[in-house]
């Protein structure tokens, strides 16, 4: 049975009616095609989360995907509807553990996880075989399992590594994703929206974990900021802030260096396949030219048009007084060193480090 990691009714808000059918624009990192899909046939595999036989949930093997489908994507349609709405700004508590569990249980149901987890076992388990293989050791110890090295191959231990993994997944990941739940469940709650021309992407890993202070993507960690584009205009980002009020969802609308942040942020984490309409991808394209520019005309312009952007909210900001220093430098000699852009840079990440830890207190 197919089993969706990244739900219909997300890909959907990104797709345009065809026949009976919803479709996306998909780009292909692996082949670099651009590929028109049904949303019934991306962003899932089979089987993903049906549980073994003699390990089901009331004698039921797909309990879990009708727990995704019952239950948990319900949640997301109401935290979606609530967060799209630009009139709406308090919430209950109600509502926000709706938003919570909406978008956070996109985070631990993604099979990247599995693979991630996977790829640095095997590697791991492959090291300590060939090791104890040279030492003449009999026996391998690897997470509380024992393997008899007489009849145990290196590929018979990985392939057993490789099912108990994927069976704690599909057991597991939702008792985590409850942890997850219940560890942000304080979080603070903005929307960004998009007024010009340009649009949001999305990708088969569509929730975004980022972390200036320990920069480990962990969602176990208070110090994780979640970001996920809704549509085309919309994005939500969830952080912690004790000086932001509960219960309460704040808007912003956003300009072009703004949405490329997210879209950049998107593209990178994505696993496979990226989701957008063709004008959105060709703007993606061109402003990736311009942020990675090796011209600094080109980068010192760029400065300008953020600062002009941000001067009316940000304009005591210690970040932005970074940028305004270099660019009026650049302004009065007609030149700045790379080891000077660096520089600001560097005091700008740890400046964001500085403030994610003293809004957290």
Same mark, same amino acid.
Request: net charge neutral; glycine share 4%.
């Given at each position: ?6 739900? %219909? ?45 003699? %390990? ?69 388990? #492959? ?26 191959? !290196? ?14 997944? %599909? ?11 219940? &560890? ?13 021309? #340009? ?70 984490? #994505? ?21 990675? #520019? ?44 790379? !080891? ?16 994610? &830890?003293?809004?957290?207190?």
């Amino acid at each position: 049975m197919k089993q969706h990691f990244v739900p %219909r009714i997300y890909l959907k808000q990104f797709s345009s009616r065809m026949g009976k059918g919803y479709f996306v624009n998909s780009f292909d990192k692996q082949t670099g095609k651009h590929i028109p899909t049904n949303i019934n046939n991306i962003c899932a595999e089979t089987d993903l989360y049906t549980l073994d036989n003699g %390990r089901e949930v009331n004698n039921d093997v797909l309990a879990v995907e009708k727990i995704y489908a019952n239950f948990i994507e319900p949640r997301y349609l109401k935290a979606f509807t609530l967060l799209t709405d630009d009139a709406v700004f308090r919430i209950t508590d109600g509502q926000r553990i709706e938003i919570v569990i909406g978008i956070l249980q996109l985070y631990m149901r993604n099979p990247r996880h599995l693979k991630n987890g996977v790829a640095a076992h095997t590697a791991e388990i #492959s090291k300590q075989y060939r090791q104890a293989i040279s030492n003449g050791e009999r026996e391998l110890t690897y997470l509380d399992n024992q393997y008899n090295l007489e009849e145990w191959s !290196e590929q018979d231990i990985l392939h057993d590594y490789y099912k108990k993994a994927k069976q704690y997944f %599909r057991e597991q990941h939702l008792a985590v994703t409850e942890q997850i739940c219940n &560890i942000h469940k304080d979080i603070k709650i903005e929307v960004n929206k998009i007024m010009d021309h #340009s649009q949001f992407m999305t990708s088969d890993n569509p929730l975004i974990a980022d972390d200036y202070v320990t920069g480990y993507d962990n969602a176990l960690l208070r110090s994780q900021e979640f970001y996920l584009t809704l549509n085309r205009k919309y994005a939500v980002r969830l952080y912690h802030d004790n000086s932001k009020r509960l219960n309460y969802i704040y808007r912003m609308n956003v300009p072009d260096q703004y949405v490329h942040g997210y879209n950049r942020k998107i593209y990178q984490a #994505s696993s496979r396949f990226v989701i957008a309409d063709a004008e959105a991808f060709n703007e993606y394209h061109k402003l990736e030219e311009i942020f990675t #520019s090796t011209a600094l005309e080109v980068r010192m312009e760029l400065v300008k048009e953020i600062l002009s952007t941000v001067a009316k909210r940000f304009q005591n900001d210690e970040g932005y007084l970074l940028l305004k220093t270099l660019y009026e430098k650049y302004e009065k000699h007609g030149f700045v060193t790379l !080891e000077e852009e660096v520089e600001v840079l560097e005091r700008h990440y740890h400046l964001l480090q500085k403030e994610r &830890i003293e809004r957290q207190r």
